[in-house]
């Protein structure tokens, strides 16, 4: 055989190779390596399709509230945006939530499609005029083994909204309210509460409380009924009580074992970075310069 015809036939060799049982076994392990890859892309397409689906039923939604609104006549649609505004402030009077059933039931009753085009506008009224929205409270959680878990995963939301102050700090600060005096008192006992809690990992038991209002000089004092305002903050939303095993030599107390935490209205009106100035205006000048970072350390939240 000529050296022509064997370089040939090395190369006719060389294609039969590739075209045989080789190249299907790199196609299977190029397969292989994509299916990753592929089921990524198929995983990130079903969120995409699930994203678009969700904006698809917000604006469905949005075009069924404008639809019920129109039955409306326009006398009857301000009337409603004033009622669930007398609604809101009156709640916020008596430190309750509203909640999206009481709008239905007391405000729109056959007309409860209407409920975002009503609730919109009455929104735009309260932060209009007095300077207030209505915010959702967030849901409240349960501790396992010392871990928060939220309470019930079925519904995103609580439906329960309390009014949060949307003023500028310039405008809070002033002497247009006149507050009475044992209001003041209370909510600031509420305020310090509020800080014992936040300062001590965020969670406080009843045994450290009972302790802080004896450094206090609160505990038999005449001015307050400690344990009736606690139930009061409880009541309120400000505080969240919930029971809890103890560990501790206390374990033999009567005492039925409680922690606190911050309440879903707290959470709402009260930020937690607002607290860095009230700690600092109790220490005054005898405020340690690191201050900021010890409250940092104590409760966790970046202060930068």
């Known amino acids: 055989m000529s ?12 294609d039969e190779t590739e075209a045989g049982p080789s190249r299907p076994t790199r196609r299977t392990a190029l397969g292989n390596e994509g299916a990753g890859n ?15 689906s969700n904006e698809g039923s917000v604006n469905q939604h949005s075009t069924i509230a404008e639809k019920a609104a129109q039955k409306l006549t326009t006398e009857e649609l301000e009337r409603k945006v004033k009622d669930v505004v007398r609604l809101a402030l009156f709640s916020e009077h008596r430190k309750q939530p509203i909640k999206r059933d009481d709008i239905v039931k007391k405000v729109l009753h056959e007309h409860s ?17 007095f300077g207030m929205s209505l915010a959702e ?14 309470v019930g995963n079925k519904d995103k939301t609580t439906k329960s909204y309390v009014l949060k102050n949307i003023l500028p700090q310039e405008y809070r600060e002033t002497d247009i309210i006149s507050w009475e005096k044992n209001n003041e008192d209370i ?52 505080l969240d009580k919930q029971k809890t095993s103890r560990t501790d030599q206390s374990q033999n107390s009567e005492k039925e074992p ?44 970046d202060l930068t």
């Open 137 to 150: 409270l967030p849901k409240k959680s349960f501790s396992t083994g010392g871990i928060r878990k939220p």
């Open 187 to 238: 909510m600031g006992l509420l305020t310090i509460v509020l800080s014992l809690i936040h300062v001590n990992g965020r969670v406080l038991s009843d045994d450290q409380m009972t302790h802080y209002f004896r450094r206090l000089y609160l505990v038999n004092n005449d001015k307050f009924d400690l344990e009736k305002l606690l139930s009061t903050f409880v009541k309120q939303g400000y």
């Open 113 to 129: 499609r209407a409920f975002q085009v009503v609730f919109d506008k009455a929104q735009e009224r309260l932060e209009d005029i």
């Open 258 to 301: 409680l922690e606190y935490r911050w309440g879903p209205r707290a959470k709402i009106e009260m930020p937690e970075s607002n607290l860095i100035k009230f700690i600092r205006a109790i220490f005054g000048q005898d405020a340690p310069p690191d201050l900021d970072k010890q409250v940092e350390r104590s409760s966790g939240i």
């Open 3 to 14: 050296s022509r015809n064997r370089r040939n036939r090395i190369v006719l060799d060389e």
């Open 38 to 52: 592929v089921q990524k892309r198929r995983r990130r397409d079903e969120e995409e399709s699930e994203a678009s």
